[in-house]
């Protein structure tokens, strides 16, 4: 397939690489990015794989606290100017305490549901926001998490809920840890609670890439094995948080440091706004040309 030179500027993002070598790891892989991302990693050209998508759309996220529920929101409008805005910072709270009070499944019940159980439809709601605030406002996702009485929540929101994390501890009831747990995820963002969370599958393409990358470095193949064990280990601290080193205390791993608590880490959420999602690309001097012209 042809390479387009947005393609080759994607793969430079996500890796950091060089144009030419990405244009040539998306000939050799015809075009798929996440094989290209390999084939650089396999060369050793490209030290990380930046999974991440680039953060786009707007908006905010937000968390609702209820005693043993806890709801963390992302709510996407199209420009950051508005979630500045009152009426939207009231239509988070008031979305999140729908949230934690009915519990819905999907996003798709939630919006059929009644505000809080006996106000409008929350889809009325918002779209009554809309036509007062004069954007497009969407609840993206949301997460909605219980607890007993033993247990904590600890929750923190960066840049004004460009980042948005929710913690759960049991063990323990101490607040102020979970929310340094939560503080720590917003940080060092792993995606999984622990090694047994990384599916199989994740962590054999993993292995296979670490072991082609130490064949082409020349090493020995009676030592690949080990050497790629001893990787296996830096890869799951990337993206464990268990295995993290504590971002208040390096010395100690997120899992001691929650442990001496008397803790342990259940569950947590991290939402980034507009992860995943690809903005509207703009031609900024057409768009003025087109202005002048009217």
Known sequence: MAISAKMVKELREKTGAGMMDCKKALVETDGDIEKAIDFLREK?????????????????????????????????????????????????????KHLVSQKPATVEEAMEQKLHGDGEVVETYIKSAIATIGEKISLRRFEVIEKTDADAFGHYLHMGGRIGV???????????????????????????????????????????????????EGKPEHIVEKMVEGRLGKFFEEICLLDQAFVKDPDVKVKKHV????????????YEVGEGMEKREENFAEEVMNQIKK
């Open 44 to 96: 050793g050209i490209a030290k990380a794989a930046k999974k991440a998508d680039r953060i786009a759309a707007e908006g905010a996220t937000h968390v609702v606290v209820d005693n043993n529920t806890a709801a963390l929101l992302e709510v996407n409008c199209e420009t950051d100017f508005v979630t500045k805005n009152d009426q939207f910072k009231q239509l988070l709270n008031d979305l999140g």
């Open 166 to 216: 929710l913690t759960l501890l049991e063990g323990t009831t101490d607040e102020e840890v979970a929310k340094d747990v939560a503080m720590h995820i917003a940080a060092s963002n792993p995606r999984y609670v622990n090694r047994e969370e990384v599916p199989e599958e994740e962590v054999n393409r993993e292995r296979e890439v670490l072991k082609t990358q130490a064949l082409n």
């Open 259 to 270: 442990a001496s608590h008397g803790g342990e880490v259940k569950a947590f959420v991290r």
